[in-house]
């Protein structure tokens, strides 16, 4: 069963840029989150998608925005890129069943490497 | 503001004994908890996760779940050096909002 795909594995930008990241789930898998890893702030929630529909943002600026195709595969987009925004980042999707109560767990991809210049 | 907070590391014990790893979260609500290990340039790996109160065994994982004092807790026996990570604990928010909230984290290293 393949896992959480990212893409790319490393990027390099200018301040200014902007950048968008790809993230294919787990297949079945409908709920797809993204974070942000830095060393000083841990891993930090920045979104979740749903059947398409953004259910949950973190406390990031409007620069991050984020959607879901119909195929459950979701994008991650940052503008005008700032020093600061170089990080992991990364996406996990999760096998959610409407009021099933239970979750089992978020699978995170290898991440997609920010850097900032 | 919703917190995860983690025993501050890092954390080192010898091969072969236990290491204890301990978790405590302020939304009462929360309902679910997992346990991600984290090696060094890799991304976090599900190893554990908790619903009920009391303990659950994985092979030499146990994890403990106390939510009269909000309180969650890893241990590993037999302790390997290839068990040197990052050890992170996650608490999913309560209601809809399914936002997983992280620790820190806490650095083991097992020494041979």
């Known amino acids: 069963k393949a896992g959480v795909t990212q893409t790319p594995r490393y990027l390099i930008k200018t301040r200014g840029q902007q950048v968008t990241l790809s993230c294919s789930p787990i297949?079945?898998?409908?709920?797809v989150s993204w974070y942000q890893q830095t060393p000083g702030q841990g891993l930090q929630f920045l979104f979740e998608?749903?059947?398409?529909?953004?259910?949950n943002k973190g406390n990031f600026p409007g620069r991050f925005s984020g959607r879901q195709f119909s195929n459950s595969r979701s994008e991650m987009n940052v503008s005008t890129l700032e020093l600061g925004d170089s990080a992991l980042y990364l996406c996990?999707?999760?096998?959610?069943?409407?009021?099933?109560?239970?979750?089992?767990?978020?699978?995170f991809g290898s991440g997609t490497r920010l850097t900032v210049v | 503001q919703k917190e995860v907070e983690q025993n501050s590391g890092p954390l080192s014990v010898p091969e072969g004994a236990i290491a204890s790893l301990n978790c405590t979260y302020s939304?009462?609500?929360?309902?679910?908890f997992f346990w991600y290990r984290q090696y060094s340039g890799k991304s976090p790996e599900l190893i554990m996760f908790?619903?009920?109160?009391g303990d659950k065994e994985d092979g030499r994982f146990t994890a403990q779940l106390n939510k009269a004092s909000q309180y969650v807790s890893l241990l590993i026996r037999d302790s390997q050096p290839s068990d040197s990570a990052t050890y992170l604990c996650?608490?999913?928010?309560?209601?809809?909002?399914?936002?997983?909230?992280f620790g820190s984290g806490t650095q083991l290293t097992v020494l041979p």
């Open positions: 908790i619903y009920s109160n």
């Open positions: 297949s079945g898998h409908r709920s």
């Open positions: 996990a999707s999760s096998l959610w069943r409407s009021g099933h109560g239970l979750d089992y767990g978020y699978t």
């Open positions: 998608y749903f059947s398409e529909t953004q259910r």
């Open positions: 939304d009462r609500g929360s309902q679910s």
């Open positions: 996650a608490v999913l928010g309560s209601g809809s909002a399914r936002q997983l909230t």
